[in-house]
């Protein structure tokens, strides 16, 4: 089997490549960040919950060397009540070190048509990931532009 590799020299190809891969990016973080926003829509109600468990999330993957990794995650539990049934309900997002503390009273919004549809005003984490994704998206942006405007050693030779 023949493997084929490109390979580029040109800083305006790369840079080219630099901003497809920012704009991908900014898209993901501004959508991430644009969640609680859809959220706070639906879910008007509040309720205070109490943080009953924070479940242990664990994932691995190989890297590239085959060596394995692992991570270890905690996604909290809710407990609350609301219109006299009692509702436990986990979290979508998880972090290291967990959001909450076991026994800690949070606001809670949740949707009045389906209480399980809810969203913690006070977990950052969405906003967290929503800020690195478009971070990083501007810093490639930027990338791509200096490689884009910046003469490369191949131009300024042919030039003089």
Do not use: W
Not at 34 to 45: D, L, R, S
Not at 82 to 106: L, T
Request: hydrophobic share 40%; with cysteine; aromatic share 10%.
């Amino acid at each position: 089997m023949i493997k084929t590799v490109y390979r580029t020299n040109n800083p305006k190809t790369v840079g080219i490549f630099f901003i497809l891969f920012s704009i991908l990016f900014i898209i993901v973080g501004i959508v991430v960040l644009m969640i609680p926003k859809f959220k706070a829509q639906k879910c008007t109600e509040s309720v205070r919950a109490e943080v009953v468990e924070n479940l242990l999330v664990e994932g691995s993957h190989r890297s590239k060397n085959r060596h394995h990794r692992a991570s270890v995650t905690y996604k909290p539990v809710f407990s609350f009540t609301y219109n006299g049934k009692d509702y436990r309900i986990e979290s979508k997002s998880s972090s290291d070190p967990p959001a909450f503390q076991q026994g800690e009273i949070v606001e809670l919004k949740i949707n009045p048509d389906d209480p399980t549809d809810f969203y913690a005003p006070s977990d950052k984490t969405t906003r967290f990931i929503g800020v690195i994704f478009t971070a990083m998206g501007a810093l490639f942006l930027i990338i791509g532009i200096v490689l884009r405007v910046v003469p490369g050693k191949n131009e300024k030779s042919e030039s003089s």
